[in-house]
């Protein structure tokens, strides 16, 4: 009866039973789009399709929910969102889910921590130097240890949290955390201590950020912002790419203002091999891979199936963004009455 269309994600069902699940409840297909592919041409493609598992490309834009008639329920497989038109969703009666936070939790946060310990010990440029012969290269890789050191969390929520709490409880890390929506209690949960982002970037030793992607965080790290840093900072993203300017981050680079950059994100991913961030020998980048843990592949595979029968049942998925949706009114389903 019902058509789901997996767009652009090819670690669905890999590692669990969630496609089985889903063509119990009718026909499945795979999609493999352009990154860019515009929003008429989409909603073309996905003409007769209710249930959209998503990646993080393309654009689910207002143009696409403008023509589009079909599809009810844009379910993110992932926990950022910014690629799809929550508003211009909502509007038009779709349901708009993703990944409860929880799910990739434990992935993200563990993944982050190996990125800041990879910058603190140049654990993968040091191994390059023994693959390449040069074992008495190793009085160039000094680096420093956690305890004791300043880090500073932008975004304490879900991941930022579990990160904070690893670094303060685990390592004896002070944490400073910026987070305009998290209290004081929230924050000491975990071990770190609120504190404005001025003081945050003029007193971290490494800055990792966790925030999600808006139109008020683009590029919140820029130009003015690495200039109030401390020379050598680290910088570790495994959130969004687009929070830092990648023109300011590559002066910082320069400048020696940046000590190490160690990311699993990136401003226009996939990227390529002339990246100009891939001539510093001071950078460390793995491919998006923060939720690709076994547990959390499977437990986000879970969410989307759970999230499609739900929204057959009537009822808002657990991970819904847009709950107003459904006070507006939602699309019918093929045999709703």
């Known amino acids: 009866m019902y058509r789901t269309a997996i767009v652009n994600s090819k670690s669905f069902g890999v590692h669990s039973d969630a496609l089985r699940e889903l063509e119990r409840l009718g026909e499945v297909v795979r999609l493999d789009l352009p990154r860019d592919i515009g929003g008429r041409e989409l909603a073309e493609r996905l003409r007769g399709v209710h249930f959209v598992i998503a990646s993080v490309t393309p654009r689910y834009g207002r143009e696409f929910f403008e023509h589009n008639g079909d599809v009810v329920l844009v379910a993110r497989h992932g926990i950022g969102y910014d690629n799809v038109d929550v508003e211009a969703a909502t509007e038009h009666g779709v349901v708009v889910s993703r990944v409860p936070g929880h799910v990739e939790r434990e992935a993200v946060a563990e993944l982050a921590i190996a990125l800041m310990l ?75 201590r609120l504190v404005g982002l001025d003081t945050l970037l003029r007193e971290s030793d490494a800055i990792t950020l966790h925030a999600a992607l808006t139109p008020e965080n683009y590029h919140m790290l820029g130009r003015e912002e690495f200039g109030k840093m401390k020379d050598g900072v680290v910088i570790v993203n495994a959130a969004r790419g687009e929070l830092i300017d990648m023109e300011a981050l590559l002066q910082a680079l320069e400048e020696g203002k940046v000590g190490y950059v160690a990311f699993d994100v990136v401003e226009g991913e996939p990227i390529d091999a002339d990246h100009p961030l891939l001539k510093y020998e001071n950078v460390v980048i793995t491919p998006h891979i923060g939720a690709y843990t076994r547990e959390s592949l499977s437990g986000m595979d879970e969410a989307m199936v759970e999230a499609i029968k739900s929204v057959i049942r009537g009822e808002p998925p657990e991970g819904i963004i847009n709950r107003e949706v459904y006070e507006r009114g939602v699309r019918r389903l093929p045999g709703d009455g």
Not at 130 to 149: A, H, Q, S, T, Y
Request: net charge positive; proline share 1%.
């Open 118 to 192: 990879d910058a603190a010990r140049r654990v993968s440029h040091s191994f390059i130097a023994v693959r390449e012969g040069r074992w008495r290269d190793r009085g160039r890789f000094i680096g420093f240890e956690l305890r004791g050191k300043k880090v500073g969390v932008i975004g304490l929520g879900n991941i930022g949290g579990r990160v904070a709490e690893i670094l303060s409880k685990g390592f004896g890390a002070e944490v400073l955390a910026y987070d305009p929506y998290v209290s004081e209690e929230k924050a000491k949960s975990v071990g770190a």
